[in-house]
């Protein structure tokens, strides 16, 4: 249940949160890119104050808000060099998804 809802945390902050600002700039501008994982975590950190002990909590956020911004520093770059190319464009978008689908699985199994 527990990675349930950190997967439903996850799409509310990637997707229904991101604005279109955020999705064009963050490929281009660190300021962008921070504030587009500020948004994603809101709704991380939310759902974990209620289900993790507090010295876990903190150490988790963290990890994930630094993951994060990593993963999307690159991904982000690299899916913006191929934007007019659905055929290389949408599977980058598809890894970017799995790795941070697979980094809050690992990091919670951590804490």
């Known amino acids: 249940m527990t990675y349930t809802l950190l997967l439903f945390g ?3 902050g990637d997707f229904a949160l991101q604005t ?3 999705a064009l700039n963050k490929s281009r501008s660190l300021k962008w890119l ?3 994982v500020a948004a994603y975590m809101a709704p991380i950190i939310a759902i974990c104050f209620f289900i993790m002990p507090l010295e876990e909590f903190w150490p988790y956020i963290g990890l994930n808000t630094v993951l994060h911004w990593i993963t999307d520093y690159f991904t982000s770059k690299w899916a913006y060099i191929h934007r007019k ?3 290389k ?3 980058i978008i598809g890894l970017d ?6 980094t809050l ?3 919670m199994d951590l804490f």
Request: proline share 12%; glycine share 4%; aromatic share 20%.
């Open 34 to 36: 921070s504030i587009h």
């Open 89 to 91: 464009f949408y599977p």
């Open 97 to 102: 998804q799995f790795i941070h689908t697979g």
């Open 105 to 107: 699985y690992l990091t």
């Open 85 to 87: 190319n659905p055929r």
């Open 10 to 12: 996850h799409w509310v």
């Open 20 to 22: 279109t600002p955020m």
